[in-house]
Structures are given as C-alpha cells and as structure tokens.
C-alpha cells in the first residue's frame, strides 16, 4: 500500500494531498462520496493525525473536498462538474446489495495484515510457504508440456483432472465415485456458494455446527437461507439434535465438517456418524460434508469421511487442494449426483465459463505423481510441529488464562479464555502489539474464544507471538 516517501523534499501532508487527488481524479472516490476518516487515513499512511488534517485542509482550500461536522468529509461535486442529480449515490450500491459483507472482525484482520504484513498471523486459514509443495510443483511444470488450447474447457472442469480425482478419492478417502459425478471449483467457499444459491432457496431452513466457519461466511444469509445450530462438543454434534431441528423447523439441509473440524478440532465420533447418516436417511436431509483437513491427520491415518459410509446417497462431499498443498491454485472439488453436478456447472457457466485450464492440468499431474504421498506426510509433520510449538507457549504463557483440547489434526487451535474480556478490545489491542488472531464470535459461539491458526506463522514466531498476546490480555484483566 502506497505511503509517503518520508526521505523526500515535500512536506508529508502535501504528498498526501497529491495521492488523494489522484485517487480522486481517477474515479476511486467519485463526487458526492465519503472518503475515510483521519484516524484511519493515518493509520494507513503511517502519520500522525495533524498531518491527514493538514491534507485535508490543503484539498479544501483548492475546492476538491468539503466537510461537515457530524457528516465526514466527501468529495467535492462542483469542483468536478458534477452535481447530486447526476452523480450516481455509489455508496448506496455499495451498502444495498443483497450480498453481505464479511464479518467486522474479518475485515479489520484484512486492513491490519493489509497494512502491516509483519504482524504475527494467528488468523489466516492457509499453509505457509514451507509447508507447500512448491520444489514439487515447479517440477512438474517443468517435466510436463502445458496444453497450447487456452480457451474455455468443460464448466464441469477438466477430464484428466476428475479422472485423477476419482483415483485419489479412492485411495485417500475410500469414496468410489466417477468423473461424470465429480465437479471442480475454484475451493470450498465456491462450492457451498454454488450449494447456497443454486441448490436451496430462500427461506429455506438448514443447520449448521455451532461455532462454525459457516457463520463467518455471509454468503448463507445473503441467499435469504434460515440458520440453526447443531452444538459441537468433544466428539461432534449430537444426531439426535438433527431430527429434532427437522421436526421443528423442517430443516432442508445439513452443513457438517466432521474431521477436525474448523474452528473446534473435534472429531466427530464414529459411534454419531453411524447414527447421523441413519438420521439423515429416515427423514430425507442432505447432508453437505466440507472435509478439507482429514489427511493432516498427526496420527497418519486419516478419519473416515463420511461419504465412504454412505450407501443411500445422503452426502454431497467437498474437498480442496488449499489446505493438503497449494491455495493459490484454486482448486476443489465436489462429489454429487450427477443432476446435480449438471446443474451447478450450468451455473458455474454463467459465472465465469470454468476455471483456468493450466492450474487443473497441475493439480490432476501432481495427484497423480510420486510427490502426493511424501508431501503428506511432510505436511503432517510440519504442522503437528507447529501445534506443539503453540500449546508449549500456551502452557508457559497462559497457564490458568485459557482452556483448550489439543487436536489430532487441522490447522486450528480453539481456545476458552477463562476472564471475560471484550473481543474487540483484545483484538484491537493485539493488533497494536503486532499479532492478529479471529475471535470465536465470528464462528457464531459465545464471547470469550479465540482461534489461533499454527498453518500460516512461521516456528520462529509463534512463541513470541503467544508472549505478546498473554502481554495484551494481562493488561486487559487489571
């Protein structure tokens, strides 16, 4: 993110002025609309609020900008030619689309890492660079010809690439399927958007585990669907929960991530999936199964989905590359019946005409290769690594300050903080002490967890990491 150049001969206020009125001149900020406040404006820029104020003052004396008291500061309209009645209200487009924005908390982890890339990152959800498989990949672009056709391949994705999904799932998962029954997509979040928009309706009632990382995912709310939650404990959700939520709301559909799952670690019980899947069968409910952490399982035998138990077909089971490799491929997949994969590739269509052939090519090469298995068991053992490395600081700096289960697999650890302290206070604070994590309030749970993610940060930082949030939380405690 651009900041002023403080080696330079113009004052820091006047490159300020400068930047914003080419911002400004270019349509980022179009007449009639509110720019951001001083405080953040100095935040992001790195200054003190006297020298925003002095920018801003510098931008008003040349009639570019105006401000009113209790209203912010907007774009001038009649220095651009413009006036209201044929400047369109952008913010109001922006504020008044069905679809939802992320999460408060999501979006201020976003700016801080935004505009400090050196802060601690407890609260990203991908793999660092070290744990994927980068020598790997890179090798197999360079063994391999790229097909020469770049237009567009077959919305329900490429062949070779489902073909050799339908040999991994086998092997990996012990889900027999069939490439006609496969459909990729660009990762788990574009898969239960597909299921959300196309599948159900509004209105429409499901359940969902509570916490869960569906609620931090407005895209539910947003498709008008009705949300009620399945309690996680140690071992999963109560089945039995299920049927009583179809007899009171007549729940249309079922969103579970049972193997370690996300933000909790539990592990659901294979005495509740025998009963669930007989639940689901008696009453008719389609369960959504997400299952991306299965194979970072530490013991090195994964968890049974529950899709290889299914035999009445109740299961539509999503899978994805980002959390086993590489997250910047953009690949995932989901196991349907094929009226239904028909139907959401139809839609896929008419969103963006499939994904990009080559990093389908990759993927379906790498599955099938000699890296896939050493690669796993790499992964497993750089994050059991990491795990251990965040409880032993836990432990050292959080003693009678938090609970937790240790995990035998993902990338989460869930965290009960035993003080009541406000969320976003001990998120700002942190913040401030260079370390983001995600309150549990996001996944729909209760004030007072936390959710540290080991995936992201590097060994080095976690224990100082863990320091500084025990420093922030102590002083919020007296």
């Given at each position: ?14 490159q300020?002025?400068?930047h914003l009125?080419?911002?400004i001149?270019?349509?980022e900020f179009?007449?009639g609309?509110l720019?951001?406040?001083?405080r953040?404006?100095?935040e ?9 104020i002095s920018?801003?003052?510098e ?13 912010g ?7 651009w ?7 369109p209200?952008w913010?109001?487009?922006a ?8 999460p408060?908390f ?6 801080a ?5 050196s802060?601690?990152?407890f609260?990203?959800?991908?793999l660092s ?7 790997e990949i890179t ?7 790229y097909?020469?056709y770049?237009g567009?391949?077959?919305p329900q994705g ?14 990996y ?7 006609s029954?496969?459909?990729i997509?660009?990762g ?12 159900l309706?509004p209105g ?11 609620y ?6 947003s498709a008008g ?11 999963g959700?109560q ?5 009583a ?7 249309k ?8 799952q ?8 294979n005495?509740r999936r ?10 008719g ?13 530490y ?12 035999t009445t ?6 899978g994805s590359?980002?959390?086993i490799?590489?997250?910047g491929l953009r690949?995932?997949w989901?196991?349907a ?5 028909e ?8 969103m963006?005409?499939g994904?990009s052939?080559?990093?389908q090519?990759?993927?379906g090469?790498?599955?099938?290769s000699s890296?896939?298995g ?16 965040l ?13 937790y ?5 993902g990338l ?5 903080l035993?003080?009541n302290?406000s ?5 700002e604070e942190s ?8 309150p ?14 080991f ?21 919020l405690?007296?």
């Open positions: 993110m651009w900041k002023p150049d403080r080696k330079s001969n113009i004052a820091l206020y006047e300020i002025a400068d009125e080419q911002r001149s270019c349509g179009p007449p609309s720019l951001p406040s001083e953040k404006l100095a992001q820029f790195d200054v003190n609020r006297s020298t925003v920018a801003f003052a931008l008003r004396s040349m009639g570019i900008i105006e401000s009113r008291t209790g209203s500061t907007r774009v001038s309209t009649s220095k030619g413009a006036t209201p009645k044929n400047t209200n913010s109001r487009f504020e008044g689309s069905n679809f939802l924005p992320n408060a999501l979006r201020r982890i976003r700016e890492l935004a505009q400090n890339p802060l601690i990152d609260a990203s959800g991908e660079a070290d744990l994927a498989p980068t020598d090798a197999l672009m360079r063994e391999n010809a097909t020469s770049l567009y391949d077959n490429s062949m070779p690439l489902r073909e050799a999904l339908v040999e991994y799932l086998n092997t998962r012990g889900i027999r399927t069939t490439a029954s496969i459909l997509t660009s788990s979040q574009q898969s239960l958007f597909l299921i959300a928009q196309c599948i309706s429409d009632a499901v359940a969902i585990e509570d916490p869960s990382y569906c931090s995912l407005p895209m539910f709310q669907l009705r949300l009620f939650r399945l309690p996680v404990d140690n071992h959700v089945p039995e929960d299920i049927r939520l179809y007899k009171k709301h007549r729940i559909m079922v969103f579970l991530n049972p193997n370690y996300n933000p909790t670690g539990t592990l659901l019980s005495e025998k009963q669930l899947l007989d639940i689901v069968s008696e009453l409910i389609p369960v959504v199964e997400d299952d991306p952490f299965s194979l970072t399982s013991e090195g035998v994964p968890p049974q989905p529950l899709k290889s138990m299914d077909g109740s299961v539509l089971y999503i590359f980002s959390k490799a590489a997250s690949i995932g989901m196991v019946p094929h009226a239904i994969v139907r959401l590739a139809d839609a896929r269509q008419q963006d005409f994904l052939i080559i990093p090519q990759v993927v090469q790498f599955f099938q890296y896939l050493p690669h796993l068991e790499r992964l497993r053992i750089g994050l059991q690594f990491k795990r251990d490395l409880i032993q600081s836990i432990e050292k700096e959080l003693s009678g300050l938090i609970e289960v240790i995990p035998n697999g989460h650890l869930w965290c009960k035993i003080p302290i969320d976003s206070k001990l998120l913040i401030k002490k260079g370390i983001v994590f995600v549990g309030s996001v996944y729909g749970s209760d004030l007072g967890y936390v959710r540290f993610t995936a992201r940060t590097k060994p080095e930082e976690i224990a100082l990491g863990i320091s500084r949030f025990a420093l922030v939380l102590r002083q405690i007296e």
